[in-house]
């Protein structure tokens, strides 16, 4: 497992330094040395899908799903961009309502840019909120942040698009 471990912690190097290519060689390594760990499985599932590559990386996720049908909400964070990339703003938001993690902006930011794709500024103000209590240089740094998210500039314009719908000044 240390070793498994020890590639994962390399393939997120990779990641962090948006080198795809190794990212993608280290994490496959991982994922290939203990093909049950639903939690390397998971987050290099949803990593894939943050570099674009959406087939392998929601084939990882859906194993690590059925593998651990109690899994973390921040699975939904990867199938949230794939619907939402794919204009299925709905699904996206869907998505984003089971994400609950503490204190940390990406929820509100994803529920908030799908709201604001669907023309439910009221809704989403209250998303906007939260995202600015979590994070509030969000509109100061937007650019940056949402691109540790998501490699492809395309995919960060989209989001942030949905965000400028949802009534925030960007």
Known sequence: ANCQHAHWARAYNFFLRRDEERFLRSAEQAVRLNPSNTDIIGVVGAKMI?????????????????LNPYHPSWYNTATYIINYLQGDFEAALAEAMHIHIPDFFWGPLMRAAALGRLHRQAEAALHIEDLLVACPDFPDRHAQLILTLLFRPEAAEAVTQGLVDAGLGL
């Open 50 to 66: 943050m570099t674009g590559n959406y087939d392998e990386g929601l084939a990882l996720l859906d194993r690590a799903r059925e």
